[in-house]
């Protein structure tokens, strides 16, 4: 029988741990700063900025929400960038995706204006924070294995070899796939469009996918007993039949998502941190 995760409970967990960290840094005259640059009216980055502002207020940090109109140019938003950098008390610069459309060809450009040190959302190619996606992806992946083999106390030891990223090319499978890698994990890198998808998927020990295509993977495109992280978006990529298949697995919603918001204020903290 499968594990299902519980994200929300996992992030309410670490709250109280991030709150302890933010309190000593506060102790030291240091406020974690996040300044979030919104664009435009789509509700569901709405939403997210909101769930994001929420969370990271809870644990003690400061958030800034500039809500820019749809008519905004870009030489706006690089005169509030470049303030925000000089911003001595603004520890993290997030600007939410997608832009609109007039601003879209300009995602690259918005980016690479935030300084190196307040790229909490790690965008920039060689951040010194790893994505808060990519990052809840290892939390979680390290929680499996040790799940699988202590609570369902497995006699043989869980070993995790080949990872399957479905979605590497994007925003949060380029990083996955980078540090991955660096783990000295055998990764398979596709996409939604793959050709045989399936000859890649059940050969994995591990199905990371982030592609928004809604039941991309189903059950006979996945290894029994294998782990299966769905990081799709709005409704999840992975089938509700591969529940009954595989040893762990992350819903849509309330799965990977809280973990990246608490990701992203770990790495709010991380850059409040000067002595770090």
């Known amino acids: ?156 030891k869980m070993e995790v070899k080949t990872i399957c990223v479905v979605g590497a090319s994007g925003m949060v499978g380029r990083p996955l796939v980078k540090a991955l890698q660096k783990m000295n994990f055998e990764v398979l890198e596709c996409n939604s469009n793959t050709k045989n998808l399936i000859e890649k998927t059940i050969l994995s020990d591990v199905i990371v996918s982030a592609t928004g295509e809604m039941n991309l993977i189903t059950a006979d495109m996945v290894k029994l007993d294998a782990i299966v992280i769905d990081v799709g978006s709005p409704f999840g990529d992975v089938s509700p039949t591969v529940e009954k298949k595989v040893s762990f697995l992350t819903p849509v919603p309330g799965g990977v998502g809280p973990v990246t918001i608490t990701c992203l204020a770990e790495n709010l903290i991380l850059a409040s941190d000067t002595e770090s």
């Open 1 to 156: 029988m499968a594990i299902i995760f519980d994200g929300r409970e996992y992030a309410l967990k670490k709250k109280e741990l991030l709150r302890v960290s933010v309190n000593r840094l506060r102790e030291k005259g240091i406020i974690p700063h996040l300044a979030t640059i919104l664009v435009g009216d789509n509700k569901a980055s709405e939403l997210y900025t909101n769930l994001k502002k929420k969370f990271i207020e809870s644990v003690n940090c400061q958030v800034d929400v500039y809500d820019l109109p749809e008519s905004t140019k870009y030489s706006d938003i690089e005169l509030l960038i470049k303030s925000l950098n000089e911003d001595e008390t603004v520890n993290g610069i997030m600007v939410q995706f997608p832009l609109p459309e007039k601003l879209s060809d300009k995602k690259e450009e918005i980016i690479d204006l935030i300084d190196d040190t307040k790229d909490v959302d790690g965008l920039k190619e060689d951040s010194k924070f790893l994505h808060p996606t990519s990052k809840a992806v290892l939390e979680i992946l390290a929680l499996a294995t040790y799940e699988i083999q202590h609570l369902q106390r497995h006699e043989t």
